[in-house]
């Protein structure tokens, strides 16, 4: 279940970089800690947290645009 829940923050962690890098938009969530962030943190360890951060921060740069978007 921790493997999911470290898995899914690192996709909500792309899901906010890729609306910041791809509507070159500052998207403030991540940086205010928003409520998927801290319920996240009550579930896993600083380092889990880290490693999510991390790994999703990297799907968001190495992410393409579909043809057609912006």
Not at 27 to 52: F, K
């Amino acid at each position: 279940m921790r493997q999911d829940r470290a898995k899914a923050l690192a996709y909500w962690a792309a899901y906010i970089g890729c609306r910041e890098r791809f509507n070159a938009a500052p998207v403030a969530i991540l940086a205010n800690g928003d409520s998927v962030t801290q319920r996240m943190e009550g579930t896993l360890s600083a380092e889990q947290v880290a490693a999510a951060m991390t790994a999703g921060q990297q799907m968001a740069r190495d992410a393409k645009p579909w043809p057609g978007d912006s």
